[in-house]
């Protein structure tokens, strides 16, 4: 069951979903909107070989940008976090979608969940499609996370548990 605005603004009031900070135009018709962060991740090096399951944690293949701006150039993506430090209730799931304006700029994200329980700012994958550089701005609204009503309860206990600003991907050495 899709949580509407009246059940997300509950969720709030009685503290079981944090959202910090919680803008006025954060609760919507049927999700939240958040927002991009001041600092966002981009590869460090074009051309090369990255192997996954080689590695214990990603972070030297990436640069953290500090700024106000994100520039996304052509078919090419970034590593984006929210402004929000989000913490989920133990029988709720988000469904993370961006906004559909931006996707009409040929901006896309792949499917990504955010477990029951998690806590902290979220970083979400953004790969420009289009051909041409595509430049956001800090603080402006990118991101729709649908809450969904989970049977049962369960608790996020993975690595980005409380991840504090964009955050690389860890490693898969163990895995595979």
């Excluded at 009685?14 to 939240?32: I, M, S």
């Excluded at 041409?132 to 989970?150: E, P, W």
Aim: glycine fraction near 10%.
């Amino acid at each position: 069951m899709i949580l509407a605005n009246d059940e997300l603004k509950k969720l709030i009031s009685t503290g079981r979903l944090k959202v910090d900070p919680l803008a006025p135009d954060t609760v919507r018709e049927n999700g939240l909107d958040l927002r991009i962060g001041g600092e966002y991740a981009i590869y460090a090096y074009e051309g090369a070989v990255v192997k996954p399951c080689e590695l214990e944690n990603a972070r030297h293949l990436f640069r953290i940008v500090k700024a106000d701006e994100v520039v996304i150039p052509p078919r090419n993506f970034v590593l984006l976090t929210t402004e929000e430090y989000v913490k989920m209730p133990d029988d709720v799931v988000g469904l993370a979608n961006l906004r559909s304006t931006l996707a009409r700029y040929g901006l896309v994200i792949p499917p990504t969940v955010v477990d029951a329980g998690f806590e902290g700012n979220i970083t979400i994958e953004v790969v420009n499609e289009s051909p041409n550089t595509i430049v956001l701005k800090r603080g402006m609204r990118f991101l729709h996370l649908i809450l969904v009503k989970a049977e049962g309860r369960a608790l996020y206990s993975g690595t980005y548990q409380g991840q504090r600003g964009v955050t690389p991907p860890k490693g898969l050495r163990g895995e595979c």
